[in-house]
């Protein structure tokens, strides 16, 4: 089954209520039992907080630390965590398989959605749960050599987070060829993720 964020296909909670919290315009149910609401900047996730303790030492640390993303301990009230920065989509599909619904993960996904689920992994310490999938994301995903920095970018971070060389050195040269100065100003934010490390530290393969 295809992964989707189709209000008809996933449970999704109501819309709050007028004079309620509106930041998040949707939420997604990924545990019908969960304790803990996630909020991205457009869409909220239900999960189980032993789920993400399980799986990522991050959230532990975060969720049950003296942190303020700790329970809170007022009676009823309601335990959410602000992650503003996370791109939903992504998100979503990390929440799915920690939470062992791996019916619903896609069998491809786009360059985009890849490095942005990459990055949350990273993030949350979370790589080795995309063992299983990524051979054949990268099968699907497509290395045009032609298309725009932004699109070529991802591709790099791809490449370079994966320990693909060959398509690593590839991509690289198409960039310094044709991206120009605007290019590169217009993807700082992007180009940072891929370059962040020491230079010619290439990810080892782990897939």
């Not at 891929?194 to 290439?202: N, W």
């Amino acid at each position: 089954m295809n992964h989707t964020t189709d209000p008809a296909i996933r449970d999704v909670l109501p819309l709050p209520a007028s004079g309620q919290d509106t930041t998040a315009n949707r939420c997604v149910i990924v545990d019908p039992d969960g304790d803990l609401l996630l909020r991205t900047a457009t869409t909220s996730f239900n999960v189980c907080s032993a789920a993400l303790r399980r799986a990522s030492p991050v959230f532990k640390a975060m969720l049950f630390g003296p942190w303020a993303e700790s329970k809170p301990t007022g009676a009823g009230e309601q335990w959410v965590v602000s992650l503003p920065e996370d791109p939903p989509a992504a998100l979503e599909i990390v929440l799915d398989i920690m939470h062992g619904k791996v019916d619903v993960v896609p069998n491809e996904i786009k360059a985009s959605l890849f490095s942005d689920m990459l990055v949350l992994t990273d993030k949350y310490d979370l790589r080795r749960l995309l063992r299983p999938w990524t051979r054949r994301w990268l099968e699907k995903v497509g290395w045009d050599w032609d298309r725009g920095s932004a699109a070529l970018l991802q591709s790099a971070h791809i490449a370079w987070e994966v320990g693909l060389e060959d398509k690593l050195a590839i991509i690289l040269r198409r960039l310094v060829r044709g991206t120009s100065k605007a290019d590169v100003q217009d993807e700082v934010l992007l180009a940072s993720r891929v370059f962040e490390r020491e230079p010619g530290l290439v990810g080892e393969c782990w897939f």
